[in-house]
Structure formats: C-alpha cells, structure tokens
C-alpha cells in the first residue's frame, strides 16, 4: 500500500525548533518530488516547502523562508522539514505530499500523509 | 504571485444536484491546476489534475474543464459522500497555490 505516514509534531514554545518526518512506503521514493503543506485550524491549505527527488532543487514560500529547511534520506525513504524560530503563525497540521508529474511539467499532490499537529504557544 | 480566487466559499445543495464550483487565478496558468477533496480531520484527495484529468479511482460525476484563467469543478450529480471542502491549486513559478476553498453543505 502507498503511504505517507507524518512524526514530529508537538507543542513548542514562540522562538523554538521542531522536526518533522514523514515516512513513506509502498512506492520508489526516490524517484518523487515531495513536499509539505500546512493548514492552520479551521483554514485552507496552505504549501510550504518542495524537494526533488535527488534533492538538487528546493522551494520555500516567503512565510518560512529562512526558518525551515526540506531534506530528505532516499536511503531511509524519508522526508524531514526542520523549524526553526517558530511563530504563533505556525500553527497549523502539516502534510507531506507526493508530488505526481503528468508531463509537460504539469504536477498535482496524489498522495498526502495523515498529517502531524505543531501547536507554537507559551 | 498568482492568487486563486473560488466561488462560491459555501454552497448548499441536495443530493442529486449537479454541483459547480469555480477557480480564477490572477493570471494565466494554462492547465496547470488540480482539484482536491478534504473531509473534516483528514487529509485532502487529489480528484482532477491538469484542469480537466480525473485522477484513477475518482467517480466519474467529478469533471474539470477551463484553462487560462478560469476553471470549473462540476458534480453532476451530488452524492452523500460528497458533501466536503474543495481546494484548487495551481503551480507556476516554483510556487503552489491553493485557492480558499468551497465547502458543500447539505441543504
């Protein structure tokens, strides 16, 4: 079975540092993109982070640039995303995604983990 | 940035109705848009990729159409399992975008 299996959430004060991980299963992971999306309770989706599949090319979006960074382990089929200088904003369950490419650089997330809960409070 | 705008943000309608939904982005994105289905407390399902491509195993009654700048999700007729939240998405830019949502209530 395809699956996406999210760790690492918590409660963490303003300031602080968490990493997730998101384990995947049932499929090549290194041969997928992957990213991670968030959605702040009772809000829409939100995306924060991609990663190739060899890692050579990461995005961030411009509310978590320069606090989270994407990696990834092929070898240990896992996908991480470590954050730092935490925000009340922050707040949020975070997905992993796999991304599917269609071809013609058309992509869309087929697969998403059960999602991992950060709550950022003092 | 492109912005993805939907509209309605709710909408209520009985079982058997045909259902649509619409996306418009702040600027041309070609095809590049998918739909997704989120039900409370889990994560949301991919339906329609590139504008108008079911995604395997999704029902038929889900169908996407438009390009450019504006885009439809249509149910043609409304099931019990699908009263949920809609998300569309698009890529361009090295970004991803989600529009606000549409939640489908029960009337």
């Known amino acids: 079975e395809v699956q996406l299996v999210e760790s690492g959430g918590g409660l963490v004060q303003p300031g602080g540092s968490l990493r997730l991980s998101c384990a995947a299963s049932g499929f090549t992971f290194s041969s997928y993109s992957m990213n991670w999306v968030r959605q702040a309770p009772g809000k829409g989706l939100e995306w924060v982070s991609y990663?190739?599949?060899?890692?050579?090319?990461?995005y961030y979006a411009d509310s978590v640039k320069g606090r989270f960074t994407i990696s990834r382990d092929n070898a240990k089929n896992s996908l991480y995303l470590q954050m730092n200088s935490l925000r009340d904003e922050d707040t949020a369950v975070y997905y992993c995604?796999?991304?599917?490419?269609?071809?013609?650089?058309?992509?869309?997330?087929?697969?998403w983990g059960q999602g991992t809960m950060v709550t950022v409070s003092s | 940035d492109i912005q993805m705008t939907q509209s309605p943000s709710t909408l209520s309608a009985s079982v058997g109705d045909r259902v649509t939904i619409t996306c418009r982005a702040s600027?041309?994105?070609?095809?590049?848009l998918a739909w997704y289905q989120q039900k409370p407390g889990k994560a949301p399902k991919l339906l329609i990729y590139k504008a108008s491509s079911l995604e395997s195993g999704v029902p038929s009654r889900f169908s996407g159409s438009g390009s450019g700048t504006e885009f439809t999700l249509t149910i043609s007729s409304l099931q019990p399992d699908d009263f949920a939240t809609y998300y569309c998405?698009?890529?361009?830019?090295?970004?991803?975008?989600f529009g606000q949502g549409t939640k489908v209530e029960i009337k």
């Open positions: 995604a796999r991304e599917q490419d269609y071809g013609s650089g058309l992509q869309a997330f087929d697969i």
């Open positions: 600027q041309s994105i070609s095809s590049w």
């Open positions: 990663i190739s599949s060899s890692s050579s090319t990461i």
């Open positions: 998405q698009q890529y361009n830019s090295y970004t991803w975008t």
